[in-house]
């Protein structure tokens, strides 16, 4: 049951704005927060069902101004591994400890940023090599298993890409298309758990204008921002999103 009060929306606004906001021009890494936070005022299930139409919605907005811009082979690899993910995510939805997951993917998300910020202050000086695919198609696979049962697939989706060393806008390019598929993948498995009930439906409906509005913000923020200061940003909120998931993990 969904209470559409002043408290419900007040909280589910700033949610689903903030989500639009990531995933239009910082790289979906922030935008899981949208659930757990919906989840302080509704059911942790209700929050899930809720969130998956607008994220949808916001993908198929900020599709447009990427359009053809993201690196293909990349998203392909990640998207082949998402599909299992999401299967797996699926078949272990309802007895997978997720808070042992937060935790998994939480320290990975530290971990990268601080191995990067011990790269820049000359603490480390590791050899150039490429990214292995397999590493592609693990990071594939955490993300679709992760967005299913949390919509917390953006950090080890963006570990990948961040390690890639690609340019801000095909970074975000890339972003919004694996994501984009892996919520459509989601969507029948969701209907087929009723995730979806006739109370979150009715409430996306209020609370799209709200989504595409922080869709169009993003979009902006990321046409305006240099380059390195969008990667600081997107490192911010990688610290901030692994540090959330450890602290959901551990409480």
Known sequence: MVHMDVTFFAVAVFAVMFAG???GGFGSGAAF???????????????????????????????????????????????????PGVGLGMLLYRVADPDLLRLLIGCVALGFV????????????????????????????????????SHAGGPPVAVYLLAKGLDKTT???TTVLVFW????VKFIPYAML?????DTLVADL????????????????HRRIPEGLFFGLTYVLLVLTGGKLIWDALS
């Open 21 to 23: 906001l990531s995933k």
């Open 33 to 83: 927060a949208a659930a757990p936070i919906l989840a302080l005022i509704v059911p942790p299930g209700v929050a899930l069902g809720l969130m998956l139409p607008l994220l949808m919605l916001v993908d198929l907005t900020v599709l447009r101004p990427y359009w053809r811009r993201w690196h293909g082979p990349t998203a392909l690899l990640l998207i082949a591994g998402a599909v």
């Open 114 to 149: 601080g191995f990067q910020l011990a790269v820049r202050i000359g603490l480390l000086r590791p050899r150039q090599r490429a990214v292995s695919p397999v590493a592609g198609a693990v990071a594939g696979v955490a993300g679709g298993f992760t967005s299913f049962i």
């Open 171 to 173: 970074y975000q390019a």
């Open 181 to 184: 598929a892996i919520n459509i």
């Open 194 to 198: 009723g995730v979806f009930t006739r």
């Open 206 to 221: 209020y609370l799209a204008p709200f989504a595409l509005l922080g869709a169009w913000l993003g979009v902006k923020a």
